[in-house]
């Protein structure tokens, strides 16, 4: 027997009737041979940790553009938020840990360089969405354009992590949910770091049920998430809590999302990344190789090759390719 092989009894005796069990994983599109230490889940944590584009999110937006500041979010410190909190809801549920950490650390690998505006965009010049994104970065983009070639499961949990998706795991449904409470916990936190808010800004019937503070109201909601969900066939909060979750997270999209001081630069981003877009589709061979490749072996569309490469962009890269082909150079002697 192997170490998999009794990690995943284990599983068949621990884990709720409601969590997905490794070995009854739907597979992968291209069959593998199984590991002899880690079930398949875990081989896709490690997988997703270790690909190109989990590294490029130390320097994408998460609300806040190019912050100089040390201690705001970026999309990397966003994704291990999200992971902590579904480990936290997944262990007390007794759901499968492996799995949502998988989902909550691939979740955003397809967000735009600076945050929603560069979403917006790539979804102006084209059709964009992160969340389908983040699925073709581990199905087409990474490993060269070989892919990870991840289970169901977790492409599923990635794939459907939006409020509009419907996971087919409850895994996947505490990612999805534990995405928002990372947000609303610390974009917040960010935003009164800011100065764009302060705490007393928030509707006291908001804080009355939540907490007084940005820690207070994480940790409100997640005991609400565990309280309500075990022993469920699905996850979710009570309809009080539920509601001032998504009055505080309505507060933030009007106070914090679209406040004009901390979005101010925002149609720069919007023009630089549109600009680009432009740039690459008319000049295909200024395109890294890989992508030039896909351009010859693939039946995607050219705007769709372009979008990958863009897509994959940190902040500071898209900056550096847009003095490059658009601002002149000083003469060097
Ligand atoms: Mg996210």
């Known amino acids: 027997m192997t170490i998999r092989d009794q990690l995943e009894e284990r599983e068949m005796e621990y884990l709720s009737p409601y969590a997905a069990r490794s070995r009854d994983s739907k597979g992968r599109k291209r069959e593998e041979p199984q590991c002899d230490l880690r079930p398949v889940f875990q081989r896709d944590r490690d997988r997703i940790l270790h690909c190109k584009a989990f590294r490029r999110l130390k320097q994408k937006t998460q609300v806040f553009l190019l912050p100089e500041g040390d201690h705001y979010r970026t999309r990397l410190t966003h994704t291990l938020e999200v992971s902590q909190n579904a480990r936290t809801i997944a262990k ?12 909550a650390l691939g979740h955003d690998l397809g967000h735009t360089p600076f945050g929603h505006a560069g979403e917006r965009a790539l979804n102006n010049v084209y059709h964009f969405s992160h969340s389908e994104q983040s699925l073709r970065v581990v199905d087409y983009i990474e490993k060269e354009g070989r892919g990870l070639n991840l289970t169901w499961e977790v492409r599923d949990g990635i794939l459907n992590h939006q409020t509009a998706g419907m996971p ?6 505490v990612v999805r949910l534990s995405d928002k409470l990372a947000y609303i916990y610390h974009d917040m936190d960010d935003a009164i770091r800011g100065g764009i808010l302060t705490e007393e800004d928030i509707p006291a019937d908001i804080r009355d049920i939540l907490g007084n503070s940005c820690k207070a109201r994480l940790n409100t909601m997640i005991h609400d998430v565990i309280t309500n969900s075990m022993g469920s066939p699905e996850v979710h909060m ?19 999302y679209l406040n004009p001081k901390a979005k101010g630069e925002e149609d720069k981003a919007v023009h630089m990344i549109e ?8 000049h295909p061979g200024a395109l890294p190789k890989q992508f030039k490749d896909a351009l010859a072996e693939t039946d995607n569309t050219k705007e769709q090759i372009v979008c990958d490469y863009i897509a994959g962009m940190t902040d500071p890269y898209a900056v550096k390719k847009f003095h490059e082909y658009f601002v002149p150079g000083a003469w060097k002697i």
């Open 238 to 256: 009570s309809p009080g809590v539920d509601r001032a979750m998504k009055d505080l997270r309505k507060f933030m999209f009007e106070n914090v």
């Open 92 to 103: 007390a549920l007794r759901l499968n840990e492996d799995l949502v950490e998988a989902v």
């Open 275 to 282: 600009q680009l877009f432009e740039y690459y589709v008319r």
């Open 168 to 173: 087919g795991t409850l895994e996947g449904a």
